[in-house]
């Protein structure tokens, strides 16, 4: 812990109530400092750290009344501590400091313990109990509920994750657990399941189960579809099976996969585990976005390892954060994800990237959907080599993209071949990259997002438009990694 000793304009310091363990502030304390203060008492500077989230500012850390009374008497530039907590808790510190004069009320000290677990589960009860002067067990007591919350929150992410059997070593370092800790967890998890199993047996809907428990609906369905076979799957979640090679959907199931830019029709992923997996394979989705192949693979009883540029550890434990970047830390031969120092190969990978330049300003900054059209094609050529490089000899591919031809505002005869990328610039890079194509599947998207406006002016220029997409599935050919 580092500190400074300055002075510093009475305007940039701000009293942050985040981490102020008091209830208020006492006047008449602050009356009698100003008083001091006026007779020409010197007090000692006051502690503050640089704010996180206001540039410029500084937040109080210890010396609220003294700050109070500068205020009263008019200094414009008071003599401050300015500190580096170096990850200590600012609460806890603040706290520590503030019962140095006087101990914190009950009320205060309760809310100051629950506020500090908060923010932080992983302190235990003795280390917030010495900061705000209370004994382990009373802080046990004020924080028992959150604490029991925070297990069933970290039980219900190892459940998750270990049905789609994902190696211990890597739960335990996504949820920052030791390896014990996870063990642990997971000798409860078939007494986790017995509520939702009891509930369900007794015919509360999925929806109501995963309500009731905290569960997400996959997560339920997981449990309420275990011994039955793909078909009954289907037949239980209200999906017909197409038996031709064409998929088309008008919507997604919202059951499956979040919110998310190029959501993907949980019905889709489901075709290809069926037609191309079989249960407990494993599915391999290294651009996971919304979490629909996750979802899915739970109801599906299938392994799933997901990876993505985005990282949602508490709503998407299962999908781990990785960026796929072809030109800098492949090309240094750096590999990060536990993933490909794992032995075990997966069965089918499925890829559904962000098509190029569609919907671009809806990813984030860095997405492959920003790339030129070069670089975009020279990124998949590095990318199915690395998959097939992953790969065991019967692992599947199943690469879902579209055409994408320039078409807007151009009539059909006017479009630049050279600046579309088509189906068969994808199939010949991944023929050149060891993988053969056995099924082109059509998987048209909705036309619906085209308003009656926009068809006519299209109509009137002779513009045609794309609403093909397709599954391309692959198995590989020689040369073997
Ligand atoms: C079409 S979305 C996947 C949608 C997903 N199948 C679903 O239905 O929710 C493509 C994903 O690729 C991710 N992505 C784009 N470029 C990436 C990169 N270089 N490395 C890792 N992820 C990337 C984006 O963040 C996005 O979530």
């Given at each position: 812990?580092?500190?400074?000793?300055?002075?510093?304009?009475?305007?940039?310091?701000?009293?942050?109530?985040?981490?102020?363990?008091?209830?208020?502030?006492?006047?008449?304390?602050?009356?009698?400092?100003?008083?001091?203060?006026?007779?020409?008492?010197?007090?000692?500077?006051?502690?503050?750290?640089?704010?996180?989230?206001?540039?410029?500012?500084?937040?109080?850390?210890?010396?609220?009344?003294?700050?109070?009374?500068?205020?009263?008497?008019?200094?414009?530039?008071?003599?401050?501590?300015?500190?580096?907590?170096?990850?200590?808790?600012?609460?806890?510190?603040?706290?520590?400091?503030?019962?140095?004069?006087?101990?914190?009320?009950?009320?205060?000290?309760?809310?100051?313990?629950?506020?500090?677990?908060?923010?932080?589960?992983?302190?235990?009860?003795?280390?917030?109990?010495?900061?705000?002067?209370?004994?382990?067990?009373?802080?046990?007591?004020?924080?028992?509920?959150?604490?029991?919350?925070?297990?069933?929150e970290l039980d219900l992410k190892i459940f998750r994750m270990n049905q789609l059997k994902i190696p211990q070593e890597r739960i335990a370092k996504r949820l920052g657990q030791a390896r014990e800790t996870?063990?642990?967890?997971?000798?409860?998890?078939?007494?986790?399941?017995?509520?939702?199993?009891?509930?369900?047996?007794?015919?509360?809907?999925?929806?109501?189960?995963?309500?009731?428990?905290?569960?997400?609906?996959?997560?339920?369905?997981?449990?309420?579809?275990?011994?039955?076979?793909?078909?009954?799957?289907?037949?239980?979640?209200?999906?017909?099976?197409?038996?031709?090679?064409?998929?088309?959907?008008?919507?997604?199931?919202?059951?499956?996969?979040?919110?998310?830019?190029?959501?993907?029709?949980?019905?889709?992923?489901?075709?290809?585990?069926?037609?191309?997996?079989?249960?407990?394979?494993?599915?391999?989705?290294?651009?996971?976005?919304?979490?629909?192949?996750?979802?899915?693979?739970?109801?599906?009883?299938?392994?799933?390892?997901?990876?993505?540029?985005?990282?949602?550890?508490?709503?998407?434990?299962?999908?781990?954060?990785?960026y796929w970047d072809l030109k800098g830390d492949f090309k240094k031969g750096r590999k990060t994800s536990g993933f490909f120092n794992s032995k075990q190969k997966p069965d089918l990978i499925i890829i559904?990237?962000?098509?190029?330049?569609?919907?671009?300003?809806?990813?984030?900054?860095?997405?492959?959907?920003?790339?030129?059209?070069?670089?975009?094609?020279?990124?998949?050529?590095?990318?199915?080599?690395?998959?097939?490089?992953?790969?065991?000899?019967?692992?599947?591919?199943?690469?879902?993209?579209?055409?994408?031809?320039?078409?807007?505002?151009?009539?059909?005869?006017?479009?630049?071949?050279?600046?579309?990328?088509?189906?068969?610039?994808?199939?010949?890079?991944?023929?050149?990259?060891?993988?053969?194509?056995?099924?082109?599947?059509?998987?048209?998207?909705?036309?619906?997002?085209?308003?009656?406006?926009?068809?006519?002016?299209?109509?009137?220029?002779?513009?045609?438009?794309?609403?093909?997409?397709?599954?391309?599935?692959?198995?590989?050919?020689?040369?073997?990694?």
């Amino acid at each position: 812990m580092t500190k400074t000793t300055t002075t510093i304009p009475i305007s940039d310091i701000i009293l942050d109530e985040d981490i102020y363990p008091r209830a208020r502030i006492d006047q008449k304390r602050v009356g009698i400092f100003a008083e001091n203060m006026r007779d020409g008492f010197k007090f000692d500077p006051i502690e503050v750290q640089a704010h996180p989230d206001v540039t410029g500012k500084y937040r109080i850390l210890d010396g609220v009344h003294r700050w109070s009374a500068y205020k009263a008497t008019g200094v414009t530039e008071p003599e401050v501590i300015i500190k580096n907590l170096d990850g200590v808790d600012p609460l806890l510190y603040a706290a520590k400091k503030a019962i140095g004069p006087q101990q914190l009320t009950e009320e205060e000290a309760r809310k100051t313990a629950r506020r500090a677990f908060q923010n932080n589960p992983s302190l235990t009860s003795s280390e917030i109990g010495k900061a705000i002067g209370r004994s382990r067990q009373a802080v046990d007591s004020y924080i028992a509920d959150l604490r029991a919350a925070t297990q069933m929150e970290l039980d219900l992410k190892i459940f998750r994750m270990n049905q789609l059997k994902i190696p211990q070593e890597r739960i335990a370092k996504r949820l920052g657990q030791a390896r014990e800790t996870i063990r642990n967890h997971l000798a409860k998890m078939p007494e986790l399941a017995n509520q939702p199993k009891a509930d369900l047996s007794r015919g509360f809907t999925v929806a109501q189960v995963a309500e009731k428990h905290g569960w997400t609906e996959p997560m339920v369905w997981s449990l309420s579809l275990e011994g039955k076979d793909d078909l009954e799957r289907f037949k239980e979640l209200g999906w017909g099976l197409r038996t031709w090679d064409l998929w088309d959907w008008n919507d997604c199931d919202r059951r499956f996969g979040d919110d998310w830019p190029g959501r993907i029709p949980a019905q889709l992923i489901a075709h290809i585990l069926y037609y191309f997996s079989r249960q407990k394979d494993l599915v391999f989705d290294p651009m996971g976005g919304g979490g629909v192949t996750p979802d899915v693979c739970l109801a599906f009883n299938r392994g799933c390892w997901s990876l993505d540029m985005i990282d949602r550890p508490d709503a998407r434990p299962e999908i781990e954060p990785y960026y796929w970047d072809l030109k800098g830390d492949f090309k240094k031969g750096r590999k990060t994800s536990g993933f490909f120092n794992s032995k075990q190969k997966p069965d089918l990978i499925i890829i559904d990237p962000p098509y190029f330049d569609k919907k671009r300003d809806d990813y984030a900054q860095k997405s492959i959907s920003m790339l030129p059209r070069q670089e975009y094609l020279e990124f998949f050529e590095g990318f199915f080599g690395l998959m097939k490089q992953h790969s065991k000899k019967t692992t599947k591919l199943a690469f879902i993209n579209a055409d994408w031809r320039d078409f807007q505002n151009k009539p059909a005869v006017d479009e630049d071949r050279e600046a579309s990328i088509l189906i068969d610039d994808y199939l010949r890079i991944l023929n050149k990259t060891g993988w053969q194509h056995t099924h082109i599947i059509q998987a048209p998207m909705s036309t619906q997002r085209f308003s009656a406006g926009v068809v006519s002016a299209m109509q009137k220029k002779r513009i045609l438009g794309v609403t093909s997409r397709y599954v391309i599935v692959l198995k590989q050919c020689g040369p073997f990694p």
